[in-house]
């Protein structure tokens, strides 16, 4: 016995067959699909301003409406009918009364259902208990649902079906709603917020004739008329620091950008991010504006700094704390404590936390396997972590007091990075020798090392100015916001794994 029959519902197969009957027959009566039907009114607006009105109020002076949306619960009586619909912005109940509408009307209400789309028009009521309600006077039948929805209480249980069929979930869930509510609000902010300090937002190619921009494995393409392999961007930044020389000062891009690696909690395939470059500004003019731009979201979307997510509270309102990465590793390592810089003694240290390691990892590289190993997920935050070191930085700009390191931070609230940003590498000769390392990293298999790429350092041989940059990931930005414990739960639609058939 299937879980419909065993709920005492009739198995999905046969309310499918039955709904196509249906079909069948509206069909056969005209057109089974309108699209003349007009609405004025929402929902909520609906609510908003006639809720407070008394009945009594609403009978002297009636109001005149049209709605349209999905019906999502209906009560069939003798001589009055009642359902629910649910548009875009919530939910208002229909009254249908035999003796309002047509017999014709009346008796083909009785035979829809659940999940059909209506359109209605009628005067605004109020019920015995107080609902505010349409008394209808016009009905249709907009579109037939040929497929059940869910039961109304359990919605989609199944996790995974949840994001498979997202429709479906948009149709029962408040919650997930809300979330992409907030999602919708929060790239708005980003934009005022950039768009007040003086930034410009444009648009890079999404498809590069060479990857750069991040270490990542890219996904690769083919242009047939050009006979040109294209790789999907896994970062836009060569392209808007190519802006820069242009002489675009502040620019930034809410980018989808693609990166050819696992998926997690925390990572999906194809992802948003907000990319910016200013010029004449280092790093630690960035370190303020993603703090200000982080907790002045919190402060806009949920109406406060102090952000509950996963059962505790980040106060967002106090001064990020900001430690190195070499102060981090012995906080969370005391028994690294001395030389952290001796690559024989890190190589033994990844020995021991089963971190593979190469000859040619230098100490730098050594120290971020051990950090990403050993300290990110303990990084509650908000914590700026600053000075990582330049052989994995290769494209931000050098210390001057210590060339070891990069003028480069990353933002880590609840254990996983928010944010990364650094002062801009703009000397030519500097970028072109780090390009050739990575481009030697690759010939000897690292696949997610960059190539090197003529044009950029030809257009950084015209001048770029000083600059600084960051990247934010939106999608984790709304993940804290949302309390959402999955990066899939803030993307309409992840990439999974093949349906089984």
Request: negative net charge; glycine residues 8%.
């Amino acid at each position: 016995m299937d879980e419909s029959t065993a709920n005492g519902r009739l198995p999905e197969n046969r309310l499918i067959a039955e709904r196509r009957e249906k079909l069948r027959r509206l069909r056969d009566a005209g057109d089974a699909y309108p699209n003349d039907f007009r609405r004025d009114a929402l929902a909520d607006a609906l609510q908003a301003e006639f809720s407070g009105h008394t009945g009594e109020s609403l009978e002297a002076d009636p109001v005149r409406v049209s709605v349209a949306g999905r019906m999502m619960s209906k009560r069939v009586m003798g001589k009055a009918s009642f359902c629910h619909i649910q548009d875009r912005s919530g939910r208002i109940q229909l009254f249908v009364e035999r003796d309002r509408v047509s017999p014709e009307i009346y008796q083909a209400f009785k035979t829809w259902d659940v999940g059909d789309i209506v359109g209605a028009a009628g005067n605004l009521f109020k019920t015995r208990t107080g609902e505010l309600s349409v008394r209808v006077q016009d009905l249709r039948l907009l579109v037939k649902s040929l497929r059940p929805l869910p039961e109304k209480w359990r919605g989609i249980a199944d996790r995974e079906l949840k994001l498979r069929r997202r429709y479906v979930d948009l149709l029962m869930s408040g919650e997930t709603r809300r979330v992409f509510g907030i999602r919708t609000r929060t790239v708005r902010f980003v934009r005022g917020f950039l768009d007040a300090l003086g930034f410009a937002e444009v648009e890079t190619p999404m498809m590069h004739p060479i990857p750069g921009g991040a270490i990542a494995r890219p996904f690769a393409t083919h242009h047939n008329a050009l006979n040109l392999d294209l790789y999907l961007r896994i970062a836009p930044e060569l392209y808007l620091k190519r802006l820069l020389v242009g002489g675009l000062e502040r620019v930034y891009e809410i980018n989808r950008s693609f990166r050819n690696e696992g998926i997690s909690t925390q990572h999906n395939p194809e992802f948003t991010m907000l990319e910016l470059y200013q010029a004449y500004a280092d790093y630690a003019d960035l370190v303020k504006l993603t703090e200000t731009l982080v907790r002045e979201a919190a402060r806009t979307l949920l109406g406060t700094a102090k952000v509950d997510y996963q059962g505790r509270i980040f106060d967002l309102g106090h001064s990020f704390e900001t430690l190195t990465v070499e102060d981090a590793l012995v906080r969370h390592n005391p028994e690294l404590a001395g030389d952290l810089r001796n690559a024989d003694r890190l190589r033994e240290a990844c020995e021991r936390a089963g971190i593979d390691s190469r000859p040619e990892d230098g100490a730098g590289k050594l120290q971020i396997e051990l950090f990403e190993k050993t300290v990110e997920r303990h990084l509650d935050g908000p914590v700026f972590i600053t000075r990582y070191p330049a052989e994995v930085s290769p494209l931000a700009r050098r210390n001057d007091a210590d060339p070891f390191v990069a003028d480069r931070f990353e933002l880590f609230i609840a254990g996983r990075e928010l944010a990364n940003g650094f002062s801009e590498l703009n000397d030519p000769e500097d970028q072109a020798e780090r390009f050739r390392q990575q481009a030697r990293a690759k010939s000897m298999g690292d696949e997610e090392a960059m190539y090197y790429d003529d044009d950029y350092i030809r257009a950084l041989e015209y001048g770029m100015p000083p600059a600084a940059g960051l990247g934010l990931g939106i999608d984790r930005l709304i993940m804290l916001l949302t309390d959402s414990p999955s990066i899939r739960d803030v993307i309409l639609f992840p990439h999974l794994k093949p349906e089984a058939k």
